[in-house]
């Protein structure tokens, strides 16, 4: 063995090698580790997101219809909807998004893309409000308050639309975690198209259960402070 080199033979000299080499392992083996971890930890706090978003869909569905009744009482609520934040996946999507497959990006891009409008839409309807509160004082029946209601009565319909579109959209992509694919020609579509009839309906539902509540038992429980002009 007289090719091997003295220092190389040495017991010493090849324990030492193989510290190296075992160190080097476990470095590159705690960093493949911490990656991991990192990554399934921003995976699930993007889907605990979603779950906390449809939360907030469901009551906002809920002040949607409540709207309705207003508007069909000719009157006006005095109180709007607070935005609902999406601040995880503004900040972290982009860390994680090399890990996610292109299903799952392109619906968490099309879900959130989806909220912000909706945000925006909420937000105009409150500044609607704060603008034209005096209608809610009588019953409107001049032209002008004929117009106002008009148009609170197709912001809000637009609003419970886009509303329940981003509720089946986060709720498909809870169901199908893995792979929330999105078809524009198959079954997925379909049960998308029906969803969207059934909103339909029950927006008419909702308007048409109107005449069975009087406009100031909605009123009891509003808070006035947006509309009194005294503060």
Not at 165 to 187: C, I, S
Request: aromatic letters at 10%; zero cysteines; a neutral charge.
């Amino acid at each position: 063995m007289s090719w091997i080199p003295d220092w190389l033979a040495s017991d010493k000299a090849l324990l030492s090698l193989a510290s190296i080499a075992i160190g080097w392992l476990l470095a590159q083996g705690t960093t493949l580790l911490k990656d991991w971890l990192n990554v399934k930890r921003l995976k699930s706090g993007l889907l605990i997101e979603l779950e906390d978003i449809r939360a907030q869909l469901d009551r906002m569905q809920l002040y949607n219809k409540r709207n309705l009744l207003f508007y069909e009482l000719k009157g006006l609520p005095n109180e709007g909807f607070p935005s609902i934040h999406n601040l995880f996946f503004r900040q972290y999507f982009k860390d994680v998004f090399g890990k996610l497959n292109r299903e799952q990006r392109i619906s968490y891009q099309l879900i959130h893309s989806l909220l912000d409008n909706l945000n925006q839409q909420q937000a105009l309807l409150m500044s609607f409000f704060e603008k034209k509160y005096e209608v809610r004082n009588g019953p409107a029946n001049s032209e002008d308050g004929h117009k106002i209601l008009r148009e609170f009565g197709d912001r809000v319909i637009a609003i419970h639309r886009n509303t329940m579109e981003v509720f089946w959209h986060t709720t498909y992509h809870l169901r199908n975690r893995e792979k929330p694919e999105l078809d524009y020609q198959g079954a997925v579509h379909e049960t998308y198209l029906r969803f969207l009839e059934d909103v339909e309906i029950d927006i008419r539902k909702t308007i048409e259960g109107a005449s069975t509540i009087k406009r100031e038992d909605l009123e009891k429980i509003l808070n006035e402070k947006p509309f009194r002009t005294d503060i």
